[in-house]
Structures are given as C-alpha cells and as structure tokens.
C-alpha cells in the first residue's frame, strides 16, 4: 500500500529557508507515470499547489512561489524534498506530499498526513 | 486561472446536495476537475477525479458533472450521511500543468 510520509523542522524561523522531506513507501518514485508534489493549507484556509517533480528532475511549480521554491528527487532514497526560501509569516502552513497522477489528468493521490511549519522567531 | 466555489452548503441527511466549481477563465471542458473531502483533522482524499470518476471505495452517491455552458463542474452528494460533512476542494489545471484549487466549500450536514 501506497505511503507518503513527511518530515522536517516543525518551526523555522523568518528569513530562513524552509526545508522538508516526504519518504515514499510501497511505491517507487521512478514510476513512469506519476509526478510527485507538494500542497500547502494555511491555519484555517484552503488549499495551494506548490509544485511537482517527475523522477528524472523535470519540475513545475506554481508561479506565485516559483522564485522561493526548489523540489528535487532522490531515488536511492525514494524520497522528495521541498525547499521554500525567504519565509515569512504567511507560509505558516500544514504542508503535504502527494502521488500526482498524470496519465490522464493531474491530481493528487494519495496525500501523506502533513506537517505543520510554524514560521516564527 | 481561478476556481470559484460557494464558501459553505449545508442540507439535511438522506437529501442531496450540489457544489458548484466555476472556472473563470478557459473551458473548464479542457481539463479535468478532481473533487477532494478533507474532514477536520485529516488529510484530503479524492472523491472524484477525472470530471466524474470515482475512486474505489467512494460510494456511488458522490458523483461530478461538467456544465459547459456554466464553465463549471459540481459535485453531487445524494443520500446525505453524516460523515459526508467536511470541506470539498475542486482542482484542475492549465495547458502548462499548472495546478489550481479553489477556494473549498464547507458541506454541513443538518
């Protein structure tokens, strides 16, 4: 059965650069055809798209965040990272990883159990 | 692109409800639109993807519609439970997989 399991820093601080990591277990990040991604929902709010990276590197992000954000894979480790630099407050979010099904359509499934970051001094 | 949903609805059980998802700009024709449930507490599961498919496991109750005229989707809940109260997010995305969500619509059941 398909796992997405997040990890990182619970708090960073402002200025600094957010950094997390989703392990992926009962699948392999290699599939052909399948992206994986990161989503975002703000205390209270809805959701927001990242970005996503298919295993050999190729990525896409969202526009409102392209500047600040890196993704990257690591298949030895079967494992994707996001990087959010600059943050500020307002990225104060639980953030999740998701298998990004691309075959037909692009969504999201499944979703790991997310994480919150808490941007503060 | 924005997806427009309505910010809550809210029905009795056994009734049926309907969410809106309004695509401001494009056809919303051209690209699919998935529905996620997310209940407080967890993490978003699909309910529809594809327009109008549904998962394994997701009951026959739940299911989507494209309305070109009105460049919207909807998803449509009969039989209301109340487990079915939870907040519903439409998605789609654009010709550079650029992916959008709304605004999510709060679903109570009476």
């Known amino acids: 059965q398909l796992q997405l399991q997040e990890s990182g820093p619970g708090l960073v601080k402002p200025s600094e650069t957010l950094s997390l990591t989703c392990t992926v277990s009962?699948?392999?990040?290699?599939?052909?055809?399948?992206?994986w991604g990161w989503i975002r929902q703000s205390p209270g709010k809805g959701l927001e798209w990242i970005g996503s990276?298919?295993?050999?590197?190729?990525?896409s992000y969202n526009p409102s965040l392209k500047s600040r954000v890196t993704i990257s894979v690591d298949t030895s480790k079967n494992q994707f990272s996001l990087n959010l630099n600059s943050v500020t407050a307002a990225d104060t979010a639980v953030f999740y990883c998701?298998?990004?099904?691309?075959?037909?359509?692009?969504?999201?499934?499944?979703w790991g159990q997310g994480t919150l970051v808490t941007v503060s001094s | 692109f924005m997806l427009t949903q309505p910010h809550s609805v809210s029905e009795s059980p056994g009734k049926t409800v309907t969410i809106s998802c309004t695509r401001s700009?494009?056809?919303?024709?051209?690209?699919?639109v998935q529905w996620y449930q997310q209940r407080p507490g967890s993490s978003p599961t699909t309910v529809i993807y594809?327009?109008?498919?549904?998962p394994s496991g997701v009951p026959d109750r739940f299911s989507g519609f494209i309305d070109s005229s009105s460049n919207s989707a909807s998803l449509t809940i009969s039989g209301l439970e109340p487990e079915d109260e939870a907040e519903y997010y439409c998605?789609?995305?654009?010709?550079?997989?650029?992916?959008?969500f709304g605004g999510g619509t709060k679903l109570t059941v009476l």
């Open positions: 700009s494009g056809s919303i024709a051209t690209n699919f």
């Open positions: 998701a298998r990004v099904v691309v075959v037909s359509g692009n969504w999201f499934d499944p």
């Open positions: 990276i298919y295993y050999s590197g190729s990525t």
């Open positions: 594809e327009d109008n498919q549904r």
């Open positions: 998605q789609s995305y654009d010709s550079n997989n650029h992916v959008v």
């Open positions: 009962g699948d392999s990040v290699r599939s052909d055809n399948y992206y």
